[in-house]
């Protein structure tokens, strides 16, 4: 099956620093990736819609600038958090479509961000 | 606007039985797709089963179904025999035909504890 892989899985960083996260698509192609956060005991929310060869979307709220979204190929999208601190610590899942026929959202392991 | 609701925080089950979890959707987009992931405390997010709805039939995946009631708007996720290893807390989500590519909106989730 589709396999989405997602690195780091974890990461502490200091406030101010930035951290960038991958998400590759192992084996299928993805021309569009989608970025989630979730805070604990919360659902899912979508940040931003990342599209290979092109500027990513972004929700309504999400600061573009912030959160650096990159799909440079068809198997890897990064998103970069700029200028992290306390409040960006969260956990950010990414997924794609692995072009099945239900169009199901395969989901990366997810990466456990904490800006000290 | 498309939206998902859970109105279960969180569920208990003995070991071997059935459970239902809850799961109503609001669209007035006549197609749309509707999702159950599950998310053990691990984060990942698991594909449990989908049901499309033009699809006649409620969908069956294993020990999993979907009891759609379409005119009343709901998905419910039926566990049969349940396992230990079904503790973990259960996302629905919709994708419609407006929104764009594979994008989900996710409920906020039922937490389920399966006990021994």
């Known amino acids: 099956g589709a396999v989405v892989s997602q690195h780091p899985s974890w990461v502490i960083c200091k406030s101010g620093t930035s951290v960038k996260i991958e998400c590759r698509s192992l084996d299928f192609q993805a021309t569009t990736m989608f970025w989630y956060r979730q805070f604990p005991k919360q659902s899912l929310m979508l940040m931003a819609t990342?599209?290979?060869?092109?500027?990513?979307?972004?929700e309504q709220g999400v600061e573009k600038d912030k959160f650096l979204i990159n799909h440079a190929s068809l198997t890897l999208s990064t998103l970069t958090v700029t200028s992290a601190h306390p409040e960006d610590s969260s956990f950010y899942i990414c997924?794609?479509?692995?072009?099945?026929?239900?169009?199901?959202?395969?989901f990366g392991a997810g990466s456990r961000l904490t800006v000290l | 606007a498309q939206k998902i609701t859970q109105t279960q925080p969180g569920m208990f089950v003995q070991e071997k039985e059935a459970v239902t979890l809850d799961c109503t959707y609001d669209?007035?987009?006549?197609?749309?797709?509707l999702f159950w992931y599950k998310q053990p405390s691990s984060g990942e997010m698991i594909f449990l089963i989908y049901?499309?709805?033009?699809?006649?039939q409620n969908a069956t995946e294993g020990r999993y179904s979907l009891n759609f009631q379409k005119a009343r708007k709901s998905a419910n996720l039926v566990i049969s025999a349940s396992q230990l290893g079904d503790s973990a807390m259960y996302f629905c989500?919709?994708?419609?035909?407006?929104?764009?590519?594979?994008?989900?909106?996710f409920g906020e989730g039922t937490q389920l504890t399966v006990n021994p």
């Open positions: 669209t007035s987009d006549p197609s749309y797709g």
């Open positions: 989500a919709m994708r419609t035909a407006v929104t764009s590519g594979s994008r989900l909106t």
């Open positions: 997924s794609a479509r692995d072009g099945t026929g239900a169009n199901v959202l395969t």
């Open positions: 049901q499309g709805s033009y699809d006649q």
């Open positions: 990342s599209n290979e060869g092109s500027k990513a979307t972004y």
